[in-house]
């Protein structure tokens, strides 16, 4: 079973504070998926990162994926409450796998 | 275009009994993903269905079943609920191919809550 380990697993700043939140895996995943989920509803895709060492930004947001696929990070630059949310990752346990493995999340608390 | 759909919100039911969850999927999806979510956890995957057939289950007993509709809607069903069963359950649509991911879009789940 491929697992996905995320750090940390709680996570509370001040407003426009910097933070890095990691997802490990000691496995090699065909893509990574990064999600925000707030409490009461579903994950909400923020990213897809395919290729190993390949960096994407969303805003605020800078994605990473390593070079060799098992591991990728999620920084956030001038946190905002706006922010605040379980910051999920997932993968394809396989190259054309049907479904998502994911970790147990971060949960990130922005404090005004 | 309409989101993913979940019904209903909030449950609450009794050991042993049997529990229906329904999902509408977007428009123009045609694969259905069903996942568990225990508190403090991440999602974890029930399984799949595409054009109406299972297309890849995780490892949960076979009280967990589902069914899709020809309008690609569908429904879960637990029998037999154990306390353990409680949990958040996610549906999400994708436009996808049998054998892949694809993109998937989450409904905003119902809470079962088991006595």
């Known amino acids: 079973t491929q697992l996905l380990e995320q750090s940390p697993q709680f996570l509370s700043i001040q407003e426009g504070e910097n933070l890095t939140v990691y997802c490990n895996s000691s496995?090699?995943?065909?893509?990574l998926q990064w999600y925000r989920q707030e409490p009461g509803e579903g994950p909400v895709l923020l990213v897809t990162v395919v290729t190993g060492g390949e960096v994407k930004k969303l805003k605020r947001l800078t994605f990473q994926f390593g070079d060799a696929r098992k591991d990728s990070s999620l920084h956030i630059t001038a946190a905002q409450p706006g922010d605040t949310g379980l910051y999920l990752c997932?993968?394809?346990?396989?190259?054309?796998?049907?479904?998502?493995?994911f970790g147990k999340g971060t949960k990130l608390s922005v404090i005004p | 275009e309409t989101g993913v759909t979940q019904s209903p919100t909030h449950l609450i039911k009794t050991r042993g009994q049997q529990v229906t969850l329904r999902c509408s999927s977007q428009?123009?999806?045609?694969?259905v993903s069903w996942y568990q979510q225990a508190l403090g956890q991440g999602p974890q995957f029930i399984f799949q269905y595409y054009r109406e057939e299972e297309n890849g289950r995780g490892n949960f007993p076979p009280r967990f079943s589902g069914l899709q509709f020809p309008n690609y809607s569908s429904e879960l069903n637990v029998n037999a609920l154990e306390l353990d069963d409680s949990a958040l359950y996610l549906c999400?649509?994708?436009?996808?191919?049998?054998?892949?991911?694809?993109?998937?879009?989450f409904g905003p789940g119902t809470r079962l809550t088991v006595l």
């Open positions: 999400a649509s994708s436009r996808g191919l049998a054998g892949g991911v694809g993109t998937q879009y």
């Open positions: 997932a993968g394809p346990p396989g190259a054309g796998s049907y479904q998502l493995t």
């Open positions: 428009s123009g999806h045609n694969t």
């Open positions: 496995s090699v995943f065909s893509s």
